[in-house]
């Protein structure tokens, strides 16, 4: 039974665009994900939610302010900023300091992120259930098994469902 749902930021639930690269989290024009607002407030219901950012710059009160700028920081129970940990995903650490701080074991947990080499592969390293965000081929398909999700979205609609069929296959 899924207890946690675990986002990922920039191209999740965030529209990263190609020229971000250097500029910092809290000078930049924010654009929330389509269908944000309504699958945060719904996955709200039934879960803890939390989210875990490969950050250079920020840490969790930037990564924070950013949430409240697009208007879902009150969804987040915990706010993970890679910058704040010391080491990027796919290192396990910061997986399992999310799942720590939301009290939930990683079989009872969901990733969810646009990066199979990052987001899949270090949940899955944890144990945890992952489903790949595509709202654009942005990155590489998985390489693997190891990076393979287990469901795959193009739209956060889909998420609520695809998590229902997850924690029912426990």
Not at 128 to 145: N, Q, S, V
């Amino acid at each position: 039974m899924i207890e946690a749902v675990i986002f990922d930021f920039g191209d999740t639930l965030m529209v990263e665009y190609d020229d971000i690269k250097n500029i910092p989290l809290w000078e930049m024009e924010l654009t929330k994900m389509e269908y944000a607002d309504e699958v945060l407030a719904e996955l709200k219901k039934k879960y803890r939610l939390g989210l875990i950012s490969n950050t250079d710059q920020s840490g969790e009160k930037e990564l924070r302010d950013a949430l409240r700028r697009l208007g879902i920081e009150h969804y987040f129970d915990v706010v993970i900023a890679t910058k704040d940990v010391g080491v990027n995903k796919p290192d396990p650490l910061p997986f399992k300091k999310a799942l720590s701080a939301l009290g939930v074991a990683p079989e009872k947990a969901v990733m969810i992120g646009d990066r199979a080499a990052c987001d899949i592969l270090g949940a899955k390293r944890v144990g945890m259930k992952t489903i790949l965000f595509r709202f654009r081929d942005r990155y590489p398909e998985p390489k693997g098994e190891e990076e393979e999700p287990d469901a795959r979205v193009h739209s956060l609609k889909e998420i609520p469902k695809i998590i229902e069929r997850l924690s029912n296959e426990d």
